[in-house]
């Protein structure tokens, strides 16, 4: 493929709901573009994109790909993105390179839950778009009601293209609404005689097509109101203009399995979104001139895949000047010089070698020493730092613990690999429980995050369910005396406090107050008394929870001369603190959530209900076009298989986010359970 200027690259995001087709619609547009001799196929594993095995597998994107193809003396480098909430990562990674989305809904199916979410994302990053009714050749698959779906929940703005020719089983083709053209079956060339049965559906969808491309322009506007029939090219010229102004949003269609109404869906990328060299650059601080390639180095990294046999691959969107094979780029994040070797323009997993990749322009870089997602690569001198992608907090965790002793050895390695490539996915050693927590964007995300463990590292972990990392507390003020005394004979220990414990506020943790008047315990064993009840913190009363949000004030004490020690002092203050404790009413502290449903409107009765069951507090309904979200605060311990069960109560319709919010106090009935388990678990 040669070079092309960044006025004839176009970076195109492909976002949906899962199942609407995206992965079949960049076969059919590669192929259609000549970039390809045939089309895979998602069940059959063949596609270009879905190539990971894990895809193969599951028979679904589970991770971002690019797909390049020249269209019309143009580039268009195809991000093609996952459609499940799992993988929502993937897509912020491929909107935020790219300068315009096309937005692929399922022709029978409409707006979907999928399609609100990615939707949001491409308005955070003020995206033009294009809409793709895709699946329009299946049963009960209908145009209208879906085109109507999308002007009732995005506006007027949201205008019909193309609209099919046939329906269902009997499509063969669309038609183009501004040339009052046909495309049928696998033709290059449009045809002007179109069948008499679709003379209504064009003259009344291309009357809402003009009547909206007219009113964002005063003279197309006047001629419309005075009845004049407007020139196509106007009408082109302008659409392009409210597409690239987010004033105009249009629909296209077909059927990508059979290439319908793909050869349109191309024109549209080239002839509506924007090219690179008209796309906003994310710089941080100051100002960039817009891409060109003679201007300053600026590249982000914003894709790292980490393989065991190959190294890392990274991929970078070049805004301004151009990476070039065989030289040396500064990272600035990291402060380090680092050297290119190759370069790749990436189809799928296929590498095509190549010198630079210039400006506005997509591809890889192997074997970068210290790149990591969202670095920026430019010149040593230039002070330039791109935008990151701001990545959704997990929502889903699961506690991990290797099969064997070697798993335990090449555990820490491996998690650190995988997330080099995931950045959702995070790790942590959870010291209350003793567990290795995994989190993630949901069950599936974690599942398969688990099974790249073995088939890339070797590395076989059981994944179960967490425990909850309650914290121990206290609801009243108590005082006790903390006492060490062993004087058998010889040099012994002697040490002797008095302590005073308070609840305090939640999130205080703990605070140590120095009451000591007259030296009745000498200055240089009060820091011991403090380690002792540090470290009694660590394991509490009820059930060997770390202990959180109390004051102790050392108001009393004796010592020895002799016999006194730090030693002896430090357990005097864990001895007294866990004997204050008892008389304190302690209890347990809880995790509490804060969580966002989005179900279907017929759901959403069900989820109320449910919550109740979970001890929610429910915050907030936001009803928004056959949708519902439901904001509320759950504690952690309700919502552990919650993304089973939320798939099981709406069809795998609904979606959820969920991340930590704070401790608060648990219900006595649920402390005297956890606790009888805890004990169990000791014993």
């Known amino acids: 493929m040669k070079s092309y200027d960044a006025d004839h690259v176009f970076n195109v995001a492909l976002v949906s709901h899962g199942g609407a087709g995206k992965t079949s619609l960049v076969e059919a547009m590669l192929f259609r573009a000549g970039a390809t001799t045939r089309m895979g196929s998602v069940e059959e594993g063949t596609t270009i994109t879905d190539f990971d095995a894990d895809e193969v597998k599951r028979r679904m994107s589970v991770s971002l790909a690019l797909a390049p193809l020249e269209w019309k003396d143009n580039k268009v480098n195809l991000l093609d993105t996952p459609g499940y909430a799992d993988f929502f990562g993937e897509v912020v990674e491929g909107i935020h390179v790219a300068d315009g989305v096309v937005v692929v809904v399922d022709g029978v199916s409409g707006v979907q839950v999928g399609t609100e979410q990615v939707w949001r994302a491409a308005d955070e990053r003020d995206l033009p778009r294009v809409v793709f009714v895709n699946k329009l050749e299946r049963e009960n698959a209908d145009f209208e009601r879906v085109l109507g779906g999308l002007r009732e929940r995005y506006g007027k703005e949201v205008v019909p293209l193309t609209i099919p020719l046939g329906r269902e089983h009997g499509l063969s083709g669309v038609i183009e609404l501004i040339g009052r053209s046909a495309y049928r079956g696998d033709a290059r060339e449009p045809s002007t005689d179109l069948p008499a049965e679709a003379a209504d559906a064009v003259e009344r969808l291309r009357e809402m097509l003009v009547e909206s491309v007219c ?152 074997k970068l020493a210290d790149t990591s997602t969202g670095d920026t690569l430019t010149q040593r001198d230039a002070m330039v730092v791109l935008i990151r992608p701001q990545f959704p907090e997990p929502s889903y965790s699961a506690s991990i613990h290797p099969k064997t002793r070697a798993d335990v050895d090449k555990l820490s390695t491996a998690l650190g690999r995988i997330m080099e490539e995931d950045p959702t996915l995070k790790i942590h050693r959870e010291t209350s429980t003793g567990e290795t927590i995994m989190s993630g964007l949901g069950e599936s995300h974690v599942a398969i995050s688990a099974e790249r463990l073995q088939r890339k590292y070797s590395v076989s972990v059981e994944v179960g369910v967490p425990k909850v990392a309650y914290r121990e507390t206290i609801t009243a003020s108590a005082k006790a005396q903390g006492r060490h005394v062993r004087q058998s004979g010889g040099h012994g220990q002697y040490g002797v406090c008095f302590l005073q414990v308070d609840p305090m506020e939640r999130g205080g943790q703990f605070e140590f107050v120095d009451k000591i008047v007259g030296g009745v315990v000498p200055r240089q064993f009060i820091p011991a008394i403090e380690k002792g009840i540090r470290e009694a913190m660590d394991s509490g009363i009820l059930a060997g929870y770390p202990v959180v949000d109390v004051r102790v004030s050392l108001y009393d004490g004796k010592y020895h001369p002799v016999d006194s020690s730090e030693a002896a002092f430090k357990t005097a203050g864990s001895i007294g603190f866990k004997a204050a404790l008892s008389e304190a009413k302690p209890t347990l502290l809880e995790p509490v959530m804060q969580v966002e449903i989005t179900v279907p409107d017929d759901f959403t009765g069900d989820v109320m209900g449910d919550l109740n069951g979970r001890r929610a507090r429910v915050q907030g309904m936001n009803p928004a076009s056959g949708y519902t979200t439901v904001e509320a605060q759950v504690p952690q311990s309700e919502m552990l298989r919650y993304a089973t069960e939320l798939r099981s109560m709406t069809q795998g319709r609904g979606i959820y986010s969920m991340r930590f919010s704070h401790y608060e106090e648990t219900p006595p009935h649920v402390v005297q359970k956890v606790v009888e388990e805890r004990k169990k678990e000791q014993s």
């Not at 090219?275 to 790292?304: I, Y």
Request: charged letters at 20%; a negative charge.
């Open 215 to 366: 009113e964002i322009d005063d003279e197309l506007l006047n001629q419309y109101l005075e009845g004049e029939e407007i020139a196509e090219d106007a009408l082109r010229a302008t659409l392009a203009t409210g597409v690239q102004t987010r004033a105009l949003i249009p629909v296209l269609c077909g059927a990508a399995t059979r290439q319908l109404g793909v050869d349109c869906l191309l024109d549209a990328i080239v002839n509506l979104l924007p090219p690179a060299a008209e796309a906003a650059l994310p710089v941080q601080d100051g100002e960039l001139a817009p891409a060109t390639k003679n201007g300053v180095l600026a590249a982000l990294a914003f894709k790292t895949i980490s393989d065991p046999y190959i190294g890392r691959l990274t991929y970078v969107r070049t805004y301004s000047g151009a990476l070039q094979a065989d030289s040396h780029v500064w990272n600035g994040a990291k402060s380090r010089d680092e050297r290119i070797g190759q370069l790749f323009m990436m189809r799928g997993k296929t590498q095509e070698p190549v010198q630079k990749i210039g400006a506005g322009d997509i591809g890889a870089i192997p």
